[in-house]
Antibody, heavy 118, light 107 residues
Framework: EVQLVQSGAEVKKPGESLKISCKGS????????IGWVRQMPGKGLEWMGI????????RYSPSFQGHVTMSVDKSISTAYLQWSSLKASDTAMYYC???????????WGQGTQVTVSS | DIQMTQSPSSLSASVGDRVTITCRAS??????LNWYQQKPGKAPKVLIY???SLQSGVPSRFSGSGSGTDFTLTISSLQPEDFASYYC?????????FGQGTKVEIK
């Protein structure tokens, strides 16, 4: 069974750093790109970017380029999304998902809630 | 970036109704269009990929059509479990942008 399991909810202060994770199982992790999607409270889905677990090639949305960093550790089938300096506006649910058929996102993690508040 | 515009933003329908949601791209995206369903507090789920291909396990009452710039998602007979938000997404050019969503509510 394909599964993506994300790390737990985080509460941080503005300016702090954060790294959240997404562990894949039940498939060959290096064969499928991993995408990240943001959903702010009460809002729609925003595509942040994708990363190839095989060679760490990345594609960022211009809206997120420079503010977040995607990475992978293929030895443990885990993708990461990190911030060096959080803002209150980063408060959102963050989902990882596997990029499958038709470049759709066919399997999703359960989401990681990030709350940034002073 | 390619802009995706869904209509309507919300709709009210009854169980058994035929429901159609449209999605328009700001430029041609061939058939690189996906549809997702999201229920409150849950992760999205893919329903349709490449405009008209039904994801495995998705009920056949869901169908998709279109190419170029105009696409539709149709639910042939709305069921209680279909009340949710629906999003289109283009996967033609990065960034693979989503539409703003359509909320399907109970009439």
């Amino acid at each position: 069974e394909v599964q993506l399991v994300q790390s737990g909810a985080e509460v941080k202060k503005p300016g702090e750093s954060l790294k959240i994770s997404c562990k894949g199982s039940g498939y060959t992790f290096t064969s499928y790109w991993i995408g990240w999607v943001r959903q702010m409270p009460g809002k729609g889905l925003e595509w942040m970017g994708i990363i190839s677990p095989s060679d760490s090639d990345t594609r960022y949305s211009p809206s997120f380029q420079g503010h977040v960093t995607m990475s992978v550790d293929k030895s443990i089938s885990t993708a990461y999304l990190q911030w060096s300096s959080l803002k209150a506006s980063d408060t959102a649910m963050y989902y990882c998902a596997r990029q499958g058929l038709g470049i759709s996102l066919d399997y999703w993690g359960q989401g990681t809630q990030v709350t940034v508040s002073s | 970036d390619i802009q995706m515009t869904q209509s309507p933003s919300s709709l009210s329908a009854s169980v058994g109704d035929r429901v159609t949601i449209t999605c328009r791209a700001s430029q041609s995206i061939s058939t690189y269009l996906n549809w997702y369903q999201q229920k409150p507090g849950k992760a999205p789920k893919v329903l349709i990929y490449t405009a008209s291909s039904l994801q495995s396990g998705v009920p056949s009452r869901f169908s998709g059509s279109g190419s170029g710039t105009d696409f539709t998602l149709t639910i042939s007979s709305l069921q209680p479990e279909d009340f949710a938000s629906y999003y289109c997404q283009q996967s033609y050019n990065s960034p693979y942008t989503f539409g703003q969503g359509t909320k399907v509510e109970i009439k």
